[in-house]
């Protein structure tokens, strides 16, 4: 059991999401940096659709009732095992009673805003319409179908009987996989169905400029600021289905990206949508940073999202020889 | 013979396939029916009508999306419109005041006063044609375009549950807190959502919804 | 005399008014430093260093692959199963870990060096 310390907001428990239930409203919800929460995983030897604590806003502290393995993926920011400092990603065990505090900073190569806490045994809340996954909107799934608060004791399930190698660690994607324009963070997309609406110059802004995560961007969605996105003549559509990585731009001209609190549906003119293989790379960006739009092709998309397919697995692969390696060495803890 | 849909791709997550002409009970109805019969397809993770149209999420996006959308289209050509015969709930509604603070907007944009907008309001029996938005919230069909008022220009941060709205030419209830980009005109208070519940949603396409003025403010 | 029993020491000394304490024995050197009540303890062995070798090969990074500081400052303590540097292979990392409780002394193979292994990749001096 995990005792959360901190009365800080906003952290939830996710795992992959909640499919299959778009028809009665419900949005996927889930990690938003998926590739963070299935690579802790597989360290842990955990089924890669576990639940874990996602940790938007720190500092995040809790306390461990009883021993086990944990990773912290995602994000680097300054985390300490009662004084110790505590590398990510990399497997540490934890005895009962140790306390973990994540605090904002650090110098990291990698300035990104999400921590998972993966468990072994993961987060082991009850399943929610097939999901582990916070349903904020709906107020169900996750702990109690809320964000976690001060006091809140989480329940872990019982551990895999997978050997798992104390510091043994994964590269992180953002270092195996980078995407970056003039230094800036790249996310690529592909056309929506409304973008030839749009004018020939607000299409050429879209690509070209800078688009800041403002302040009011959470796990619903992202707005944006850049330049004005115009329609060339005024839009009205009928609601219809949309998925996180939708680019909406409302009457305002500001664009808003669907994250995975999404509402599963709307009606706005959709100038592209963020390729599923690249929503991981959005959902560590940080507020007031900024990012740019990369044009890319059906085939190039998909290309990308085997490209994430086999990044997982070639994870799978080598921390399972790291195992054995590690058995062989005598390392074992 | 029907015109083709449009299909248009969401990412590599989905398609979305676009009826022709106005949103109709009709329509509607074949719209369910093909989104039963793709949800079978080995292909397709989940189907989901909207107002229309239909989403189709993919397990895995294909190399080459076409094949997939020829047979779609061949399937949306010869479709049968599925009768559903559902249950009508009645929900009394406060229209105008702090119930309904966009009331102004459709006031202005239609040149009605709320009186006259509830009365056209609550005049049909709205069919329920599709689900979406947030958990148990139902698009409804059948409204009265003389209130029609285009979606806000800016969505608002959060809507109480029970929120009567009005967005562009369709009407809805929110069943539960937040965000928007509808008209509030009124409230209600009914729960469409429990997830101990199987299904978990109160109505389901097909289902009617009848509005009762209770009270108009303003 | 053994480190715990130095920091002891080290305790009962910040309520004192003695400045330094120097205390020698057989295996090290004990110094305690006290400030107004804040006491510093550095301890230097006099055994000989011993060099921790690669048990795999790969690449040997001296700092966490997101961070840009080592993982192990020199002359400085670390405990029997601290990491102190990583081996990568592909996407896989691997720790470099202290046999035993010892200062580090410092690193024997450069960051990002490609070794085998029994490459000397660190020294350790046992307490």
Known sequence: MIEVLSSTALATV???????????????????????????????????NSAAVEIPIFPFRVRFHHACNIVLTGADHLARL????????????????QVLTVERGGSSRWQASRVYLCVAGGID?????????????????????????????????????????????????????????????????????EYEAFTDHSCAE???????????????????????????????????????????????????????????SGGYPKIGTVIDADLWRLGQVQIGSSVRFVEVSWPEAVKALQDVTDWLEEVRRMVALGRTAQKGAGHDQ | MAHDPVISMLGTTALLLEAHGDTTLATQQKIWSLSAQVCSWPEVLEAVPGMNNLMVC?????????????????????????????????????????????????????????????????????????????PGYCYLG??????????????????????VSIGGFQTGVSASDGPSGWNTIGSTSMSFFDVTKQPPTLLQPGDSIRFRIERVVG | MTNDQAALVAGWLAATDIALLELNGPDGQWLIRNEGGKTTLTISSTRPALAVSASHSGVFLTHHPLQNHCLVQPETVVKQGQIVGLLQAGVLLLPVVAPHDGVFVHYLSADRSLVGYATPLFELRPL
């Open chain 1, 206 to 264: 879209f690509w070209a400029k800078n688009w800041k995560i403002t302040s009011q961007s959470d796990r619903y969605g992202y707005r944006l600021a850049g330049p004005m996105i115009e329609s060339k003549v005024p839009l009205e559509l009928r609601s219809h289905g949309i998925v996180p990585g939708v680019i909406q731009v409302p009457h305002g001209g500001q664009p808003i990206i669907q994250m995975r609190d999404a509402q599963p």
């Open chain 1, 82 to 97: 009662d004084d110790q400092p505590l590398q990510p990603w990399l497997v540490a065990p934890v005895q009962a009673g």
């Open chain 1, 14 to 48: 996710q795992d992959l999401g909640r499919f299959g239930a778009l028809g009665w409203g419900v949005s996927h919800s889930g990690a938003m940096d998926r590739l963070a929460l299935a690579a802790g995983n597989i360290l842990l030897g955990n089924d890669d």
């Open chain 2, 142 to 163: 059948g409204m009265d375009h003389r209130i029609a008022t285009p979606r806000r220009k800016t969505p608002v941060l959060k809507i109480p549950g029970g929120a």
């Open chain 2, 58 to 134: 993919f397990r895995k996006p294909p190399l080459d999306p076409q094949p997939l959308i020829t047979r779609l289209c061949d399937a949306w050509r010869i479709v049968q419109p599925m009768a559903v015969e559902g249950r009508t709930i009645e929900l009394p509604v406060v229209y105008g005041g702090e119930a309904g603070p966009h009331m102004a907007d459709v006031m202005a944009h239609t040149g009605l006063d709320a009186q006259q907008i509830a009365e056209i309001h609550s005049a049909p029996l709205y069919p329920v044609y599709a689900l979406g938005s947030h």
């Open chain 1, 125 to 193: 809340v009850p399943l929610a319409l097939g999901s582990r996954s916070t349903q904020l909107r709906g107020q169900f799934g996750g702990y109690q179908g809320r964000t976690l608060q001060q006091g809140d004791r989480l329940p872990v399930g019982v551990a895999s009987d997978v050997h798992c190698p104390a510091g043994m660690g994964v590269v992180p994607p953002a270092l195996s996989m980078p995407l970056m324009v003039e230094g800036t963070q790249a996310i690529r997309v592909l056309w929506a169905a």
